[in-house]
């Protein structure tokens, strides 16, 4: 297993797990397969590009030469906001599952997190119905700090968005 930022050679294979992260799991994303099928691959290339100073990046997950997951961190640029740090989008393929896999991912995003000067907290949100990712987050010490009622609509369903964020201490979680 190795975990890295992704970059413009990755983008096919991020594009394709990610078009099987969007059919999948539809409730776990705002884009949707049709929003992201017909995306250029130089336009994907671009999506995942990482910043030099490290601010925003696309990690993967490969196991065996194959990429089994991806997160986005993405930390704002505007002065006064530059303290949080976003998790967007994290996604480990069916296959990989239940092996450790999703929870190393997440531990390297905050890894990657912390290495940036002034981050006080780090922030996501997910779909309220997915036990499986609240669990995960709540077991690297995530707190919920509110719900967005009806956050998403997926083919006349609507889903509340939990929030969640993670405290530093020094450059570390607190509580870990």
Not at 144 to 173: K, Q
Request: proline share 4%; net charge negative.
């Amino acid at each position: 297993m190795t975990i890295r930022p992704l970059d413009n050679t990755d983008a096919a294979a991020y594009q394709r797990l990610r078009l099987l992260a969007l059919r999948e799991s539809p409730t776990a994303f705002s884009a949707s397969y049709e929003d992201e099928a017909g995306r250029a691959l130089d336009d994907v290339a671009a999506r995942i590009a990482p910043a030099a100073d490290g601010s925003v990046c696309m990690l993967g997950i490969f196991v065996q030469d194959e990429l089994a997951g991806f997160v986005a961190i993405i930390r704002p640029q505007r002065a006064k906001l530059r303290h949080a740090v976003e998790f967007a989008g994290m996604y480990v393929a069916p296959a990989h599952r239940r092996r450790g896999l999703g929870r190393a991912l997440l531990e390297a995003a905050i890894a990657h997190a912390c290495s940036l000067d002034g981050v006080r907290h780090i922030k996501l949100g997910v779909n309220a119905a997915n036990t499986a990712a609240v669990a995960l987050y709540r077991a690297v010490g995530f707190e919920r700090y509110g719900t967005e009622p009806d956050a998403l609509c997926v083919d006349g369903t609507f889903y509340d968005e939990e929030r969640y964020l993670l405290r530093m201490g020094d450059g570390l979680p607190t509580g870990v």
